[in-house]
């Protein structure tokens, strides 16, 4: 009696882990297909904007980096997702002749330093050590998570910074620099770290290119203002205000992402073929050599807007369980008076839909996980594996009761 139990455990215990493995085999491609939303498998974006200059005669880098954050809003990206690096010395400066506001076009038709902003790190905050430790997500435990980079592997994460600087390195408020071997080791860590699944970067300032120069880690895509040797030239000035708005480089790529709305399936190859060098006034550059998948194979929305998951209904689905009952419409021949509107309506409009299958999510279509149109013996094996290997437990284990005789 006691060797049959025995048998049994081991039975049952070997059956085990087969039925959780059939079953997880089973579920595990509808697990995978609710949760990705992306044809690259990335679920959410984030950004990382940084404006690295102060004083007022540098107001169109902090232009710059607002209207970035304000078009990355507009395209669906929320303010959890971004990380906003301000001196912020320039809407309440004495000099301002329209206080508590930024604008980056000389009508002032929009100011970006409304109610709706939210500074991450402002002031003396915004140092090479605070971008460092916030790409690497080295910080101090008393760090708000409102000040964290909190990316993972499924993370397209947006880099830009705008400032002065030279042959790879970028000035941080007239006090210090970051080196592009600074940035690289930075971004190195970050794929370690599984903190990206893509990475645009993107320099608005004098030398851009040679910030990336120093790149070696898989799937960046970076693109800068200007050459070595070459500087990054504002677009105009406001006469009012009396500085410069904003610049050339970022002015360009701000007039092309006010073209696009939140479903856009525009690439990154034709934001990078609106580059024009004639009037941005110097060469931009643009890496792809790193990115395993071509710009053209790559949305702008995947790096300037939200991931999200729009899930089609059908048209029945949105009619009353009555409205079903009776059948819906059938087309009439003929012309039939409106209710109440003594017009003419033609019925032929109002075909009853057929039956679909699945749900339509972004361009492809997959079947609903345990959908009523799964096939029940497609679930057989797993369920018999499972109830037989808990089957032979039981019965190994036998009747409490019995067992105390047996031992007493």
């Known amino acids: 009696m006691i060797v049959r139990r025995h048998v049994l455990t081991i039975l049952g215990l070997l059956f085990l882990p087969f039925a959780l493995a059939l079953s997880y085999e089973e579920l595990q491609p509808q697990i995978s297909q609710l949760f990705n939303t992306t044809s690259d498998g990335h679920t959410n974006n984030w950004a990382v904007l940084v404006c ?17 954050y304000r078009t990355l809003k507009r ?24 206080p508590a506001t930024v604008y980056a076009n000389s009508g002032r038709q929009m100011d970006l330093y409304g109610d709706g902003i ?6 003396y905050e915004v140092t090479v050590e605070s971008f460092l430790r916030l790409l690497t997500g080295r910080h101090d435990d008393n760090v708000a998570r409102s000040k964290r980079l909190l990316s993972d592997a499924s993370s397209n994460v947006f880099v830009y910074l705008t400032g002065h600087g030279g042959n790879e390195f970028l000035k941080f408020q007239d006090n210090e620099e970051v080196s592009a071997y600074d ?26 290119n ?11 895509i970076s693109t800068g203002s200007s050459s070595l040797g070459e500087n990054s030239y504002s677009h105009h000035n406001d006469l009012d205000i009396g500085v410069a708005v904003i610049d050339s480089f970022t002015h360009n790529i701000l007039q092309y992402l006010e073209t696009l709305g939140k479903s856009s399936k525009a690439s990154m190859q034709e934001f990078f073929n609106t580059y024009d060098p004639a009037k941005i006034y110097s060469h931009p550059g643009i890496s792809t050599s790193l990115s395993s998948v071509p710009p053209d194979e790559i949305l702008v929305t995947d790096f300037f807007g939200a991931v999200a998951s729009v899930e089609v209904i059908p048209k029945e689905a949105e009619l009353s369980p009555l409205a079903r009952s009776v059948g819906g419409w ?20 109002y075909q009853k839909r057929r039956s679909v ?46 067992n105390k005789i047996m031992v007493e």
Not at 118 to 123: I, L, P, S
Not at 368 to 383: D, I, R, T
């Open 75 to 98: 395209l669906g990206l929320p303010d959890s997702n971004i990380i906003l690096m301000l001196a912020d010395d320039v809407a309440c400066n004495a000099r301002n002749a329209f």
């Open 330 to 349: 059938e087309a009439t021949s003929g012309r039939s008076r409106g209710i109440g509107s003594g017009e003419e309506v033609d019925e032929s409009r």
């Open 210 to 220: 040679t910030m990336y120069s120093k790149f070696y880690s898989p799937e960046v």
């Open 183 to 208: 940035v690289a080791d930075a971004i190195e860590q970050m794929w370690e770290k599984r903190r990206y699944n893509k990475l645009l970067y993107v320099i608005d300032t004098c030398q851009a």
């Open 357 to 402: 299958e699945a749900t339509t999510k972004s361009a492809d279509r997959w079947s609903q996980p345990l959908g009523e149109n799964e096939s029940f013996w497609k679930w057989v094996p797993s369920h018999l594996l499972l109830g037989g290997a808990f089957i032979a437990l039981y019965i190994s284990l036998g009747d409490p009761v019995e």
């Open 52 to 68: 690295s200059s102060r004083y007022w005669f540098n107001y169109r880098h902090m232009a710059n980096t607002l209207a970035m």
């Open 118 to 123: 939210e500074v991450d790190y402002r002031g």
